[in-house]
């Protein structure tokens, strides 16, 4: 039977929140900021749940307008009416427009536990977000599950995958919105998936209906407000911007090494070695092989007089075999989780039979962290979190399977968030000041806070290829920054066009990180031909050149929430070309690149330009926008456009971002029309004392009208890495190269262009 919410019968301002009870359920409306109204429907007297993913606590209640039959709210941008007969919610902004509301009908309703709000479907409406889904960039007429699953040998229709991110964004005439439904039971979005449009709707199987709207006139605000709710990245360690080399599995200390060695005698920049599952003493979390791994500090120590940093990876399943530590250790202290009546959950992963730490009890969390002991003792940097989802091969985890005060279906979608918040906040501890790098597999609201994540097994195709692009901007849109691929497809053998092609976009993937499958052809760079080489070598010294840029791109991800792989329905939200398939996986790489991918079996392809100038990275030649063209792709040259006005900092090649380079900074400006700036951002790359002001930061700008470049006031402590700075400039009517000396006294320096 479904319940349908009925009518208001009392209303009361308790504290910070605006009660509303109806017959059946009870209604919380609280105000997190001007622009975040958070509702909360649950069947009365159910307690409130604590969240994974909010990190913040609501501010005061607004005003409140009482008519016969509905309540108003006003934060002072959004208005929120609440109609009483029955119990309804619709949000405008302050010029009085609808954003978003229930469906007249149907509202907030039950049936069983399940809880569902069904919702108006504007005409035209798009919507995009919800994280690492399949499918086209605009959402409509689709509908998701979430339910993070490992979806080996997914396609590019496979839904659901490892991550779970109930936030999505809607878009209609010239408005938008956000809508963050909080509730890590399976839950399910339909974005008008039915016939004659006649709604959208999304619910769970249980739990509450919480929900944040997020009434911001733009994308960008609306990511600013959502990662501000639930946390945004830190810095991460400068050594993981670099491009990073991983195998399942490099079998042995000799063949890491070697694999480096050859890296730097190819002189093929990279910065990180993997040591995936068979580093382990069989698949023991925790330990190392002793005969192929038998002295990891003197592996770690060469890697590092190579210039490499190493991580391995962890999974949840602790092997069932008495004697070895942690699975010792989790018995005695009952840290695994376990069915009512105490007897611990059996599932069969690598190491054969296993028990999962229950990660959602701080006790737990903290033992885990302190194991990684056995890791950070010999040096290993970064710590890979795999299987979280949790993966049990084939079975499905019994539901009454209890992980803290919750049985399995109330939490699944949080495991791999729990378990990753236990590797950052132990490896923080253990590492002192260095930030740790943290990569994870399945995910929940809210990850960006402790990890970067990679979007699982795909396979070495075209699509896979495209899908990768898509899942990466998607991803973008749920407050995540720090994403990667596996470069080359991890299932099967791509061919070398295609490593070649996938490698030339590796430099624009935030995370650029080579992978396969065991079984598979390997696919370290020299292993595709001489000339293939070449290119795939000139790609990732592409990546080396972009640090600086990518760094500062990654200063504004934690501080504003905003992608660095940037979906063009960020910035041109409302223009229809950018939902076009044709055109959906193009991005924006940071504020100022535009990327198009290509499969590898063509050789020139349909770009959009987006309104303004453009010019190509690769040749300089200069586009106008709005409109289609036709670019030229060779697999030796992606393309890849900067934005008029453009200025964007890089650096000289180096081999390892810990050399030290030639100390010039090349400051490349694309002429335009209008005035451009960006915010150039550096630190030390490995520590925490940028929160305390260590860093060295100006905002760089260009003035078109006086025909200037204008280096603003340093702020911070931090001496640059830098001591000149190469003046780049194109488009300018003089391919003459400026040069000039970055003052270290912080002083504003201004440069004028004379032709
Ligand atoms: C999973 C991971 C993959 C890893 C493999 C072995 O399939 O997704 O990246 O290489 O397990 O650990």
């Not at 007969?85 to 149907?106: E, I, M, T, V, Y």
């Not at 929430?561 to 910035?571: C, H, N, S, V």
């Not at 900092?649 to 400051?667: C, K, N």
């Not at 003035?703 to 911070?716: F, H, M, T, V, Y």
Request: charged share 20%.
């Amino acid at each position: 039977m479904t319940e349908l919410t009925g009518n208001a019968t009392h209303i009361a301002a308790e504290e910070n929140k605006l009660i509303i009870e109806t017959y059946g359920a009870k209604a919380e409306i609280s105000i997190y900021g001007p622009e975040i109204i958070r509702i909360r429907i649950s069947k009365r007297n159910a307690a409130p749940r604590e969240s994974f993913a909010v990190i913040r606590e609501p501010a005061a209640l607004s005003p409140c307008h009482e008519e016969a039959d509905a309540i108003t709210l006003e934060t002072g941008a959004l208005t929120l009416r609440i109609d009483r007969f029955p119990l309804r919610f619709s949000f405008f902004n302050k010029n009085g427009q609808l954003l978003g509301a229930d469906d007249p009908r149907f509202g907030t309703t039950w049936q069983g536990d399940r809880v569902i709000t069904y919702r108006k479907l504007f005409p035209g409406e798009k919507f995009i977000g919800l994280g690492e889904k399949t499918g086209n960039l605009n959402r409509r007429g689709s509908n998701y599950v979430n339910w993070n699953t490992d979806a080996a040998l997914h396609t590019p229709e496979t839904d659901p995958l490892y991550k779970t991110f109930p936030f999505f964004i809607g878009i209609h005439d010239g408005l938008t919105y956000g809508l963050f439904f909080d509730n890590p039971h399976k839950s399910y979005f339909d974005f008008g998936a039915t016939t004659d449009d006649q709604m959208s709707w999304f619910g769970a199987d249980g739990g509450e209906m919480n929900y944040y709207f997020f009434g911001s006139a733009s994308v960008a605000k609306i990511l600013e407000d959502y990662t501000w709710l639930t946390g945004r990245m830190e810095m991460p360690p400068l050594w993981s911007l670099g491009y990073q080399q991983c195998r399942w599995s490099y079998m042995s200390a000799a063949e890491v090494l070697d694999v480096a060695r050859k890296l730097r005698e190819r002189q093929i920049p990279a910065d990180v070695m993997y040591c995936d599952i068979d580093y382990m003493d069989n698949y023991k979390i925790f330990t190392w092989n002793k005969d192929t791994f038998a002295d990891p500090k003197a592996m770690i120590d060469e890697l590092a007089s190579m210039g490499f940093k190493l991580v391995t990876i962890v999974d949840p399943g602790i092997k069932i075999e008495e004697g070895y530590l942690q699975y010792d250790e989790g018995i005695r202290e009952k840290f695994f989780a376990a069915y009512p009546n105490g007897e611990e959950y059996v599932a069969s992963v690598w190491p054969g039979r296993c028990h999962f730490p229950d990660f959602y009890r701080e006790d737990v969390r903290e033992w885990w962290g302190r194991s990684f002991a056995a890791l950070t003792d010999p040096g290993v940097a970064g710590f890979w979190n795999d299987m979280n989802e949790p993966a049990a091969w084939g079975q499905n985890i019994p539901w009454l399977v209890q992980f803290g005060k919750f049985t399995l279906p109330e939490v699944r979608n949080a495991y791999g968030l729990e378990m990753s918040k236990a590797t950052y906040l132990g490896t923080r501890k253990l590492l002192g000041n260095k930030r740790p790098f943290v990569l994870t597999r399945a995910a929940y609201s809210g990850i960006q806070r402790y990890s970067a994540v990679w979007t699982g097994d795909n396979a070495a195709t075209d699509e896979h290829l495209l899908l990768g692009a898509r899942l990466v901007n998607s991803l973008g849109l749920t407050g995540l920054s720090f994403i990667g691929v596996d470069i080359g497809g991890f299932m099967g053998d791509p061919t070398p066009g295609l490593m070649v092609r996938w490698n030339s976009l590796g430099p624009y993937i935030p995370m650029f990180r080579n992978h396969s499958a065991i079984m598979s052809k390997n696919r370290e760079p020299w292993l595709w031909g001489e000339e293939n080489e070449r290119i795939i070598r000139k790609d990732i010294e592409q990546r080396y050149r972009l640090i600086p840029y990518i760094y500062a791109c990654f200063y504004q991800s934690h501080t504003t929430g905003m992608p660095l792989a940037r979906t063009l329905a960020i910035d041109h939200t409302h223009l229809e070309p950018v939902y076009d398939p044709r055109f959906q996986n193009q991005f924006l790489f940071g504020p100022s690149l535009l990327v198009a991918p290509v499969v590898s079996t063509v050789e020139e392809t349909e770009v959009y330009l987006p309104p303004g100038t453009w010019y190509r990275l690769s040749t300089g030649e200069r586009f106008a926008g709005d409109q289609v063209i036709m670019a030229a792709a060779p697999l030796a040259d992606l393309p890849v456009f900067a934005k008029a006005g453009a200025i964007i900092p890089m650096q000289r090649v180096i081999q390892s971002t810990s050399f030290a380079g030639d100390g010039v900074l090349e400051l490349h400006v694309w002429h335009g029309h209008e005035p451009s700036e960006f915010l150039y951002y550096e630190d030390d790359g490995d520590s925490y004392n940028y929160l305390d002001s260590d860093y060295y930061r100006r905002l760089l700008k260009f003035d078109p009208e006086s025909n200037r470049i204008i280096l603003g006031q340093a702020k911070g402590r931090f001496a640059s890495r830098y001591r000149e700075i190469l003046l780049l400039l194109h488009g300018f009517g003089t391919h003459t190269p400026t040069t000039f000396t970055v003052k270290n006294d912080r002083q504003q320096i201004l440069v004028t262009i004379t032709k």
